[in-house]
């Protein structure tokens, strides 16, 4: 309770208050004292000089009765006037106290009054002395000689008053008491006053006290009442100041923060902090879905439990062995599925020691795939070239080596170089036709076309090739009308799709099968469905037979003069008109191809 401001305050202001009072008091009761000292000393020496005139018109000697009769006219209350003679014993002449005088009349002064200032007196001095009882300062008295000189200027004796100083010392006591009382009043009015000062100043520092604990618990709301311009006032304004700026600095910091923290739970990339020791501080939604783990798990987690499973070189202990292997990149598999690249970096405190670690996870399957699919490409480019360049090699060597001579078999060498040489310009010819579709440089000429018509000339360019495979091949058009089945689109691509898509069929339908060509309308939709009872598709193969090269069975594709670029060029032509090719298929049974192309609309010309 003694430490607050409010008591130190009233504690000061009582000490002082009983400081000032303790030293006026004694600085007062001195000054009385010496004041009421001195009257009695000049009221003491009139006396002494009355008496003393009026002995000198006296024999006061020898005439004791005399004296007395003279001294009793001047003889008051609390005084004691005592007339000694300057002899060898100091002879009392008279006293107004009876005790001096000795029971015969005669008696020495010594023996009863201070013998110093009667000695000082018969030197020719006049002498005073105080004699304070300190047990009882009402008994004190003041002790007064004066010479009496003869008609030669001899000191024939002396008058020695004893002054009683009990009026005095009674009224000190009651002044005494009086500041005394007047002391203990100021120190009670102190009290009252330093505590409604000690208020009036602690009350407005409680307040912001209490109101900054409240802020200090996160409520901003905290306006302290300004109850005056002085320095308190100036300290509740400051304080409310301060408030405001905090409170737009800590709602600024707090958008930031959202704005950050919205950035990292919606970011494409997952991301993961945590300290050195190991606890996860952050992990965001799209990293909890890249690990596969849900939250509760991840809570109940450390870091180094995190990617145990995937990586064993992900472990705090791991990093520090080394300071420089704190940031770097890695890449991570997680069971098959997916690839992850790692890229991680500490954080530093403020002394610049690490603090933990960040790690940024970007699925890289996809691009991992492109890649796998660029080698692949190259691989199969190469692969495709080398071929028929091994066999025109072989071949120009032999004619180049004789054979030349022999007509016949000349011919036949060179039959096989145009073939293989037209099979390379194909390969190269689709190659580029295939790259300006990725690039989008090719050129359409679209127009209205009828896909009927478009469908009854690649059945007649297939003709000999279905007859020699003995094949038969139905066009059923659900009867529809002349204009319904016509499209917009350019007819050269859309037939070359097409015609793959027939080639295919018949490439890989054995002697004897059959090809059916359906074509209907559903829901504003050409639909054109090609169906044959061939080899069929394995499962398996069927998700990658749009892609670039794929075949099924290289070899055969091959001897069939497949080069398997076929699909994914009819795929591309087809989604440039707006329209989606699908394949289904059973091993053994057969293949359906349907495409779904846009019907045309006058308006859309
Ligand atoms: P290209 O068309 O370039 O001359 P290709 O016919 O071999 O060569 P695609 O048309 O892309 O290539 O066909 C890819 C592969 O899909 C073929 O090699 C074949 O294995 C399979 N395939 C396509 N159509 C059929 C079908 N109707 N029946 C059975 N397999 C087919
Ligand atoms: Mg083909």
Redesign the pocket.
């Known amino acids: 309770m003694f430490k607050s401001i409010r008591w130190k305050f009233i504690i000061i202001y009582f000490l002082l208050v009983f400081m000032a009072m303790i030293i006026i008091g004694v600085f007062l009761m001195q000054q009385f004292e010496r004041y009421h000292l001195g009257v009695v000393s000049n009221n003491l020496s009139n006396l002494a000089n009355t008496v003393i005139t009026s002995l000198e018109a006296i024999d006061w000697q020898n005439n004791p009765n005399e004296v007395e009769n003279n001294i009793r006219n001047y003889e008051q209350m609390g005084m004691g006037i005592t007339v000694i003679k300057n002899d060898t014993n100091f002879t009392v002449v008279f006293s107004t106290n009876a005790s001096y005088m000795g029971e015969n009349g005669e008696a020495n002064a010594t023996h009863f009054l201070e013998s110093d200032l009667i000695l000082a007196a018969f030197n020719g001095e006049v002498e005073e002395k105080d004699i304070i009882r300190q047990d009882n300062k009402l008994n004190s008295s003041k002790h007064m000689v004066f010479p009496i000189r003869s008609d030669d200027n001899h000191v024939a004796g002396a008058v020695y008053l004893k002054g009683n100083l009990e009026d005095i010392y009674k009224t000190l006591q009651e002044s005494q008491i009086i500041i005394l009382k007047a002391t203990f009043l100021a120190l009670f009015i102190t009290i009252i006053l330093g505590y409604f000062i000690a208020k009036s100043i602690t009350g407005p520092i409680k307040d912001v006290t209490v109101k900054a604990e409240r802020m200090a618990q996160g409520d901003f709301e905290q306006i302290v009442e300004i109850r005056s311009d002085d320095e308190i006032g100036q300290l509740a304004d400051m304080f409310n100041y301060l408030t405001a700026k905090l409170k737009t600095v800590l709602q600024e910091m707090s958008n930031e923060k959202q704005k950050m923290d919205t950035i990292i739970e919606y970011m494409a990339d997952g991301l993961i902090a945590a300290t050195k020791e190991g606890q996860i501080i952050h992990i965001n939604s799209k990293a909890l879905e890249m690990l596969g783990i849900d939250e509760e798990v991840c809570a109940a987690e450390n870091f180094d439990q995190l990617f145990t499973s995937y990586d064993d070189r992900f472990k705090i202990e791991k990093f520090l062995e080394k300071e420089e292997d704190w940031s770097g990149n890695k890449i991570i598999d997680i069971n098959n599925e997916s690839i992850l690249q790692a890229s991680y970096a500490p954080f530093m405190d403020q002394n610049g020691d690490i603090e933990g670690i960040i790690i940024l996870l970007q699925d890289v399957t996809e691009h991992q795939k492109l890649e796998n699919m660029r080698k692949e490409f190259v691989a199969n480019v190469s692969h495709e070239l080398k071929t028929p360049l091994t066999t025109i090699k072989s071949y120009t060597e032999t004619l180049l080596d004789g054979i030349i001579d022999d007509r016949d078999l000349s011919i036949n060498f060179l039959q096989v170089v145009d073939s293989e040489t037209e099979r390379m310009a194909r390969l190269v010819r689709?190659l580029l036709q295939l790259s300006g579709l990725d690039f989008q440089q090719s050129k359409w000429n679209k127009k209205a076309v009828d896909l009927r018509k478009i469908i009854e000339e690649i059945i007649l360019k297939l003709d000999v090739s279905v007859k020699n495979k003995k094949q038969r091949v139905y066009l059923n058009l659900n009867d529809l009308k002349e204009d319904d089945t016509i499209i917009y689109a350019d007819k050269d691509r859309i037939g070359q799709a097409i015609l793959?898509?027939l080639?295919?069929?018949i490439?890989?339908?054995p002697e004897g099968g059959h090809i059916k060509i359906d074509i209907c309308i559903r829901e504003d939709k050409l639909i054109l469905g090609i169906e044959?009872n061939?080899?069929?598709?394995p499962e398996k193969d069927l998700e990658r037979?749009f892609e670039r090269f794929?075949?099924?069975?290289k070899a055969r594709?091959r001897e069939?003069?497949?080069?398997?670029?076929?699909?994914?060029i009819?795929k591309e032509i087809i989604e440039a008109h707006e329209g989606t090719i699908e394949?289904f298929?059973q091993e053994g049974k057969g293949?359906k191809?349907v495409i779904r192309l846009p019907i045309f609309m006058a308006v859309d010309v």
């Open positions: 689709d793959n898509l080639g295919n069929s490439k890989y339908t044959d061939g080899i069929g598709i037979i794929y075949r099924v069975d594709a069939l003069g497949g080069t398997g670029l076929g699909l994914s009819a394949i298929s293949t191809t």
